[in-house]
Nanobody, 114 residues
């Protein structure tokens, strides 16, 4: 099970830290990622973290977002800085890549607005 939290309303330029609590050892055995989705659009992968600790980011968030994990607590984080209105979305975490039938949590809403 995956439970995302930490979203909210923030002004442009602000910061948020999202958390993803995972049951079991998924974050220890799978590459993990943060995805986001806005109404009418496909879910977009914005940050990835490999088992070895390598990270990758979509161009739209590079330099502003940082993915990390706490393997002891089974939590994956997404630190989001310099937020922009276009970052507004529901954010989800999951393994990378996902396959049809994979479980998705409820996500956490991030709204960037003045």
């Amino acid at each position: 099970q995956l439970v995302e939290s930490g979203g909210g309303l923030v002004q442009p330029g602000g910061s948020l830290r999202l958390s993803c609590a995972a049951s079991g050892s998924i974050i220890n055995i799978s590459p993990m990622g943060w995805y986001r989705q806005t109404p009418g659009k496909q879910r977009e992968l914005v940050a990835t973290l490999t088992r070895g600790g390598s990270t990758g980011y979509a161009d739209s968030v590079k330099g502003r977002f940082t993915i990390s994990r706490d393997t002891a607590k089974n939590i994956v984080y997404l630190q989001m800085n310099s937020l922009k209105p276009e970052d507004t979305a529901v954010y989800y975490c999951n393994r990378v890549p996902t396959v049809t039938g994979d479980y998705w949590g409820q996500g956490t809403q991030v709204t960037v607005s003045s």
